[in-house]
């Protein structure tokens, strides 16, 4: 009975994880609006969620020169996901972060992650009421 609930939450743990992930890659945006040479950053959720699920693998195998060496997964984590975001409008300093893009995106971002935490709560809630017989 465990493993089932762990497997039901185990998507929506996942998913919540890349949002708050985003979220921070956002807000070090914002923070670094005004320093020179900045590039604005954002992730594509999908792709790194299903990068995350196990859909697919962003990184590349690691190489090993010696059999005593560790095989490693060749995982980046979210970090491989990590894209420059487009540029808008150039600025004279080379910064490309544009504030109202970035403060749509983290309203939006953290939009979803309110939605996805209601989801869970919501489950959890069904689960427990299963549980008692209610």
Not at 32 to 59: C, V, W
Not at 72 to 97: F, P, W
């Amino acid at each position: 009975m465990a493993d089932r609930l762990d497997n039901a939450l185990r998507f929506h743990q996942t998913a919540l994880n890349v949002r708050a992930y985003r979220q921070q890659v956002i807000a070090s945006n914002i923070a670094n609006a005004d320093t020179p040479n900045y590039k604005a950053r954002d992730i594509d959720f999908r792709e790194a969620l299903n990068g995350a699920l196990g859909g697919k693998s962003s990184g590349l195998p690691m190489a090993t020169t010696s059999a005593r060496h560790l095989a490693g997964s060749g995982e980046q984590g979210l970090d491989g996901n990590l894209k420059y975001r487009t540029e808008e409008q150039g600025a004279i300093d080379g910064n490309t972060v544009s504030m109202d893009v970035e403060r749509s995106a983290f309203a939006e971002n953290s939009v979803q992650y309110q939605a996805s935490v209601t989801f869970i709560n919501g489950l959890l809630r069904s689960m427990q009421q299963a549980i008692q017989g209610q």
